[in-house]
């Protein structure tokens, strides 16, 4: 844990990340130590939800990386509500591409039990930041093209970029049976794209349902 000097004057969210001094936490991980350590964040913020708009502001200045568009709050409530709704409550969640936990957050919200998620990710830096922020959680650093246990139960906001968001869908469907169910947030109009043809070939696999995509 790499230590921190409490800082004497902070500013709001916006003009922190403008005026961030090479000493001060940046990454999401180094906030959350300056956080514990200090007991107050390294910037003024009045908000709910530091992870989720301090990564947004991070790629407002510095650009989307690896494909890592963060779910607004509004909408991970609205998946987990799908999940509430159509999930078998006895059988694990799985937050696939889980990032900074969003989905997760959104379903402890709707009373899920924290020990029926699991959250992966192939970064590094977000997956150990999701495993601190929701320790009741389990958690995995691992590429979706890696997790070869069957996965019942699925909420994930996946890569959009189309060839990645087309071999997520491929993982998903060898990787769940009939009766699975999954709720994705998946890039406007995906659904019904007719190129590339991997696209139309891999939806086959799947029986889509208003505002989610189900399993074989």
């Not at 909408?75 to 889980?98: E, G, H, K, P």
Request: with cysteine; hydrophobic share 40%; net charge negative.
């Amino acid at each position: 844990m790499k230590i921190f000097e409490k800082i004497a004057r902070r500013y709001a969210l916006q003009n922190y990340y403008l005026r961030c001094n090479f000493y001060w936490p940046e990454a999401l991980p180094e906030i959350f130590d300056y956080q514990q350590q200090h007991n107050e964040l390294p910037f003024l913020y009045d908000g709910d939800n530091w992870p989720y708009d301090a990564m947004c502001e991070r790629q407002r200045r510095n650009g989307v990386h690896a494909s890592q568009y963060l779910t607004p709050d509004c909408t991970a409530r609205q998946m987990a509500a799908l999940v509430v709704r159509y999930f078998d409550n006895d059988s694990r969640i799985v937050d696939a591409c889980c990032g900074t936990g969003q989905l997760t957050r959104a379903l402890l919200l709707e009373s899920v039990h924290p020990s029926a998620i699991l959250g992966f990710d192939v970064d590094a830096e977000l997956v150990g930041l999701y495993a601190r922020l929701y320790p009741e959680t389990a958690a995995l650093r691992m590429q979706f093209q890696e997790i070869d246990f069957r996965c019942e139960n699925v909420i994930a906001n996946p890569p959009f970029e189309i060839g990645e968001c087309t071999a997520f869908l491929q993982w998903l469907s060898r990787t769940q049976r009939s009766g699975a169910r999954a709720v994705l947030l998946l890039p406007y109009g995906f659904i019904d794209k007719q190129r590339p043809k991997s696209v139309q070939e891999t939806m086959r696999h799947f029986d889509t349902v208003p505002n989610s995509v189900s399993g074989e």
